[in-house]
């Protein structure tokens, strides 16, 4: 048995678990050269370490092993290495860019939180925003239910859309329905991604491209589950009543980093805000 390997000993020389080793035995990618039909065990041909590196080289290069059985078992053909190489290179390159989506989403959100974090929590104060390029998603709802499934599509329109995990997502209540001490009641949902409808495609959930004015806003900080989110309005609504301030708009609610507590209870960073009117632009 000396023109053989063990599987133990090829799993040394090529830094392979033996498990793995094993599964592509079972997935026919590479199948021993010799079982020897006593013990069953497992030997490889020094002529398969060819093979072995290039299942290596394939893996790295983000090829599937049904495409590594393929090649393994074709001729190998120069023209097959090449066309193999353009394909995983094209791959590659659309995952370097979702990767580059996704960081700087990540970033964002980072930068967003830090900012926040800035400011006391609780505390109405008045913040100068740029003008925004976000997408609004009309909405009609009787219960909280309804909401939330209307909430999820939307998510999940924008993930397909922008690779998002999570959008900068919120929602707008309209001004009478706060001033007014009622239930809040949403009038849209709102992406508040500073990006817009990309290449202005129609879309089956109606969303509409906004501009959300620059200026000054009033604004309160919030860290707290969404049942108690009334308080935080009625504590804008007192600011704005005690300081006779005018504004113009809705309210703009913005959810910045949604997450669970201990108690598997949600609980949501983020602000609510609404411009003040006739102010400097």
């Known amino acids: 048995m000396s023109t053989y390997f063990t599987i133990g000993e090829v799993s040394k020389l090529f830094n392979l678990p033996i498990k793995t080793l094993r599964y592509y035995d079972e997935k026919g990618v590479l199948k021993p050269a010799y ?14 370490f060819i093979s072995i590196d290039i299942i290596k080289y394939c893996k790295l290069i983000g090829m599937s092993l049904e495409e590594i059985k393929e090649l393994i078992n074709s001729d190998s053909s120069i023209e097959i290495m090449i066309n193999n190489m353009n394909k995983q290179s094209e791959l590659l390159k659309r995952k370097i860019k979702e990767l580059t989506d996704v960081k700087t989403y990540l970033d964002d959100i980072k930068n967003s939180v830090e900012e926040i974090l800035e400011y006391e929590i609780n505390k109405v104060i008045i913040r100068r925003n740029k003008e925004r390029k976000n997408i609004r998603f009309d909405l009609e709802y009787d219960k909280v239910e309804e909401l939330e499934l209307y909430l999820r599509k939307v998510i999940l329109y924008l993930e397909e859309r922008y690779n998002d995990v999570y959008p ?19 009038s849209c949902v709102c992406d508040f991604t500073d990006r817009g409808i990309k290449n202005k495609e129609s879309n089956n959930l109606n969303g509409v491209e906004i501009i959300t004015p620059g200026g000054n806003y009033i604004t309160i900080f919030f860290d707290d589950n969404w049942e108690n ?4 309005y ?3 609504m007192d600011y704005i009543e005690e300081n006779n301030i005018e504004v113009e708009g809705d309210f703009n ?17 983020g602000y609510i805000e609404i411009l003040i009117k006739n102010n400097d632009k």
């Open 234 to 236: 009625y504590k804008i």
């Open 35 to 48: 079982i020897n039909p006593s013990t069953n065990y497992r030997y490889y041909s020094r002529e398969q």
């Open 229 to 232: 989110i009334n308080k935080y």
């Open 253 to 269: 609610e913005v959810w910045t980093m949604p997450r669970v507590d201990s108690n598997g209870k949600e609980k949501t960073f």
């Open 168 to 186: 900068l997502l919120g929602v707008i209540a309209p001004y009478n329905n706060v001033k007014n001490r009622g239930e809040i009641k949403y």
